[in-house]
């Protein structure tokens, strides 16, 4: 079980995005694949589910997260309309009120997702997964930590306007600490640059960007163009949307899931 994590604390560049159209990847190729929402806005959730989360009631993430809850993983992991992709739904405002409690739980708190993920693989007959894709929350709070202390890399989404030292700086000293205090592990992969259009500022960006991300940035960009969203409002996957753009950018997204998988680093 590979996971990973898509991180940035700004909202709007793209990893709820970038996590399903690699899901969708997983999916094609028949990756047993878990998708896990720690966002409070559920968008992935509400995507693959077609519902908000907690509308029906059921347990989400945020009763596993919680101390108040006996909930464990397998209590939670719905099945998608996609084969071989499950979903860890979001708990919407619950999990919102659970990062809270997150912060005034005292020691351990960073792990309890690693924690969890442990316990189902120490599960007999629990359903094995080969790859765990964690859409991260806008924020490099509590539940961002535990995505970050459970993966095993981590994969910064970011749009080539964005990165000003500022905004790099700040992810770098978080995962910095994570790596020093709660998970030795964590790789930073490489980084998907969203949202990409070819104007002379954005390529100038981009080559920043290329010089100094603290790991790959993996090529081609994601273009920006509206059929990108669309097809995440459908639920639907770029192999469904039936142009040649939607097919190449599929084709990208796979590219990018070889280099997750792999460990490859190509400049
Ligand atoms: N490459 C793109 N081109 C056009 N729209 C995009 C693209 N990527 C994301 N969007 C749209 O931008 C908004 C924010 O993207 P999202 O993936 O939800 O970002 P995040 O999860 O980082 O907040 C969404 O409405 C999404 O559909
Ligand atoms: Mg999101």
Redesign the pocket.
């Known amino acids: 079980m590979l996971v990973v994590a898509l991180c940035?604390q700004?909202?709007?560049?793209?990893?709820?995005?970038?996590a399903l159209n690699l899901a969708r990847a997983a999916h094609l190729r028949g990756v047993a694949t878990l998708i896990g929402d720690l966002?409070p806005?559920a968008?992935t959730t509400t995507t693959l589910l077609g519902h908000a989360p907690d509308a029906d009631g059921t347990e989400t993430v945020a009763d596993v997260l919680s101390a108040r809850s006996d909930a464990v993983l397998g209590d939670v992991i719905t099945g998608t309309g996609w084969e071989h992709v499950d979903v860890l739904p979001s708990g919407g405002d619950t999990l919102a009120d659970v990062g809270a409690e997150l912060v005034t739980m005292g020691p351990g708190r960073e792990h309890r997702l690693r924690e969890a993920f442990a316990a189902h693989q120490a599960l007999d007959g629990a359903r094995r997964y080969g790859l765990v894709l964690l859409?991260c929350p806008?924020a490099l709070d509590l539940l961002t930590v535990n995505a970050l202390t459970a993966a095993d890399r981590v994969v910064i989404?970011t749009t080539a306007a964005l990165f000003s030292s500022d905004g790099i700086a700040r992810l770098l000293s978080t995962l910095a600490a994570v790596h020093r205090y709660s998970n030795p592990d964590l790789d930073v992969a490489g980084v998907i640059v969203?949202?990409f259009e070819r104007t002379r500022r954005q390529r100038h960006w981009f080559a920043e960007l290329l010089e100094r991300a603290p790991a790959p940035v993996w090529q081609p960009p994601?273009?920006?163009?509206?059929w990108?969203?669309e097809a995440?409002?459908a639920g639907t996957g770029l192999d469904e949307w039936n142009t040649p753009a939607a097919a190449a950018l599929a084709d990208t997204y796979d590219g990018y899931l070889s280099h997750i998988l792999e460990g490859t680093r190509p400049r």
């Open positions: 940035n700004k909202g709007g560049v793209g990893k709820t995005t970038t966002d806005q968008n859409d806008p989404v969203n949202s994601v273009p920006k163009a509206t990108i969203a995440v409002e």
